[in-house]
């Protein structure tokens, strides 16, 4: 991406220069100030303008289309979708359509990745709903096909026999101008770790983002990518950013120009931040992104790493220390599943998305030792599966709910700047749906352990009183699972009402999240064997 050498040289703990850009909205209500917008941000000196992919989304133009026209009126800046809609943009086409305006605009064409959300508007679509696992196996095959597709020099078609995509022997080409990077909107540990091992960017939002997420991901991206074989430079970090201009300060990214460009100069410093893209339609706000904070955080970040000693390539020892805010002791679940046992508990890996701590997990009771020689039949190892499903299919529908509420926590930021109309008619729809979902994900939960509570568990302390201290404490997690359903659901009940914010709602959901899966992973730790002997009556 282009560069200013007017400006101080400042380069990030992964040697890399700084980068601003623009998050416009690819409204459709007003299509001439949409492309205005975009056009002023090369005009005031950024780096890069992006736009949201919602394919879905009736109110929005579509983003390559836009992308087009706007690398038609523009020559300077780079522009990337952010990011793109991968479940609905078929990754060979869509690799020709990269190389194909990158040709066109003369190098200025970025790849921005996202594995997918909002499964019912893509299904609605024709898209395939996918589980969070499915979806970034499905991203990683589509990189197979845009990679191979771009390489020109390497004789034979495109081949890749995925699960989700195949190419069998498609030509490949055209190259790009350039050579394009891509950049994954990546949040969770295997998003995270494919960015390591193969995307050239990595490219979250500042509002999904909770204290130590920075650290995390750039120690589970440098671990993968070190085990690649690659530099963890060769990562950059990207930041989403959103906030409001004010004359007095306030909250985080809330004030004049001046707090702006400390708050981003302490990321880049301290968390290794290299671009930085914000997200507003307000000329204003972009004339003092670009004029006033982008000048003041080079500066700064320059004199920083004047005072600062050379970054080192991040060290394994290093990766634990910044992973350790986030993750949390656990005990091993090995000693409870005897080896003959095929039911195998999901383990508990430690990490929490909140800073609040609701259950003790050091002071909870074991069951009795298993047999070391007992074997299970298939018939025996049915119940204990049917419990592990179950599990299963909550994880995935938490999944479902943190993502819903982190890609509705990035608009919902917009909507005390009043952007526009039809974007507060938008994230007040988003506010429904998400509502509708929650608030059925948290009666499903309750239903579950209510079950378990009025049969599974007495049936299991008659069989085995051993059991009693194990199961007294089920219960009093599950109750302490339903207090925090309460809190959920307040949040949402004043989200919709108009009186509470998407953060509360985050922070609630986040609680809910390491609460439940610890819960459910400790279940299964304590009840897998004791189900296969007694089963269920």
């Known amino acids: 991406m282009a560069t200013h050498h007017d400006e101080p040289t400042a380069t990030t703990r992964y040697g890399r220069a700084l980068q601003f850009g623009s998050f416009v909205t690819p409204s459709s209500a007003d299509p001439d100030r949409t492309v205005a917008t975009a056009v ?39 522009l990337a979708a952010n990011v793109t809609n991968l479940p609905l943009r078929p990754p060979a086409v869509l690799a020709r359509s990269v190389a194909s305006l990158d040709l066109l605009s003369g190098g200025r064409v970025e790849l921005g990745l996202g594995a997918g959300a909002f499964w019912d508007a893509i299904e609605a679509m024709g898209g395939r709903r996918l589980t969070g696992g499915q979806s970034v196996r499905a991203l990683e095959e589509a990189l197979d096909i845009i990679t191979q597709t771009w390489d020109v020099q390497t004789r034979g078609g495109v081949r890749v026999d995925g699960e989700f995509h195949r190419a069998a022997g498609a030509k490949r080409g055209p190259a790009p101008a350039h050579d394009v990077e891509i950049w994954l909107g990546a949040y969770k540990p295997r998003m995270l770790r494919l960015t390591g091992r193969r995307a050239d960017g990595w490219l979250p939002s500042l509002g999904y983002l909770a204290p130590g997420d920075l650290a995390a991901g750039n120690a589970a991206i440098d671990e993968a990518a070190a085990e690649a074989g690659r530099s963890p430079s060769e990562v950059r970090r990207m930041l989403n950013v959103h906030g409001r201009f004010a004359p007095q300060g306030g909250g985080r990214l809330e004030g004049p120009a001046a707090q702006w460009a400390e708050e981003l100069a302490t990321l880049a410093l ?3 931040i290299d671009t930085f893209v914000l997200g507003s339609d307000d000329p204003d706000d972009l004339r003092r992104f670009a004029g006033d904070v982008a000048p003041a955080v080079r500066e700064l970040v320059a004199a920083g790493r004047t005072a600062q000693p050379e970054p080192q390539e991040p060290q394994e020892a290093d990766t634990a220390t910044e992973a350790a805010p986030v993750v949390v002791p656990v005990p091993s679940a090995a000693a409870s599943t005897p080896a003959g046992l095929g039911v195998v508990p999901t383990p508990d890996d430690g990490t929490r998305r909140s800073d609040r701590r609701l259950l003790d997990e050091g002071t909870r009771p074991v069951g009795p030792a298993p047999d070391p020689g007992r074997t299970y039949t298939a018939f025996e190892e049915e119940v204990p599966q049917r419990l592990v499903d179950i599990h299963d299919h909550l994880r995935a529908e938490l999944a479902q709910v943190l993502d819903l509420v982190d890609q509705v926590s990035a608009g919902a930021m917009d909507v005390g700047t009043a952007r526009s109309h039809i974007s507060t008619m938008t994230m007040r729809q988003n506010n429904w749906t998400l509502g509708s979902y929650c608030e059925a994900y948290c009666r499903l939960v309750t239903t579950h352990h209510t079950i378990e509570d009025r049969s599974m568990l007495p049936h299991l302390r008659d069989s085995d009183p051993r059991l009693s201290p194990v199961i007294d404490r089920l219960e009093e997690e599950h109750q302490v699972i339903h207090d925090v359903l309460e809190e959920v659901d307040k949040a949402l009940v004043a989200l919709v009402a108009g009186t509470g914010t998407t953060t509360d709602l985050r922070e609630a959901v986040d ?9 459910l992973s400790y279940e299964e730790r304590e009840l897998v064997e004791p189900l296969a002997r007694f089963g269920m009556h």
Do not use: I, K
């Open 40 to 78: 002023l941000s090369e005009q005031v000196g950024l780096d890069l303008v992006t736009f949201q992919d919602h394919p879905y989304n009736p109110g929005f133009l579509d983003t390559w289309t836009l992308l087009s026209y706007v690398a038609a009126r523009t020559s300077t800046v780079h």
């Open 270 to 272: 301290e968390d290794g």
């Open 511 to 519: 609680v809910l999240s390491d609460v439940l899966l610890s819960h």
